[in-house]
Nanobody
Framework: QVQLVESGGGLVQAGGSLRLSCVAS????????MGWFRQAPGKERDFVAA????????YYADSARGRFTISRDNFKTTVYLQMNSLKPEDTAVYYC????????????????WGQGIQVTVSS
């Protein structure tokens, strides 16, 4: 049974930081590219960041580059999203996801999804 369980969300003031974690189980974690997406109310689910299975390469949306860092620990089957300098427009439900592709920015390429976790940034 595949599971992706996010944690670390919550309420933070603008300029603050949060670290999201996503623990995976039920599949060969190191063989999957991992991504973070987010969905604000009334908007589509957008790509935030991705990391390849070996953790060597990372990719970011323009809105995240320079402020967010994605990383993974294949021994702990966990992917992280460190978010710094948070802005109110970062408020959304954040989802981690697993893709059988090397990496992808397209949500349609992701096979497994977590349940999502709320991040709220106050001004």
């Amino acid at each position: 049974q595949v599971q992706l369980v996010e944690s670390g969300g919550g309420l933070v003031q603008a300029g603050g930081s949060l670290r999201l974690s996503c623990v995976a189980s039920g599949f060969t974690f190191r063989s999957y590219g991992m991504g973070w997406f987010r969905q604000a109310p009334g908007k589509e689910r957008d790509f935030v960041a991705a990391v390849t299975g070996n953790g060597v390469s990372t990719y970011y949306a323009d809105s995240a580059r320079g402020r967010f860092t994605i990383s993974r620990d294949n021994f702990k089957t966990t992917v992280y999203l460190q978010m710094n300098s948070l802005k109110p427009e970062d408020t959304a439900v954040y989802y981690c996801a697993a893709s059988g592709k090397f990496y992808s920015r397209n949500r349609g390429d992701y096979d497994y999804w977590g349940q999502g976790i709320q991040v709220t940034v106050s001004s």
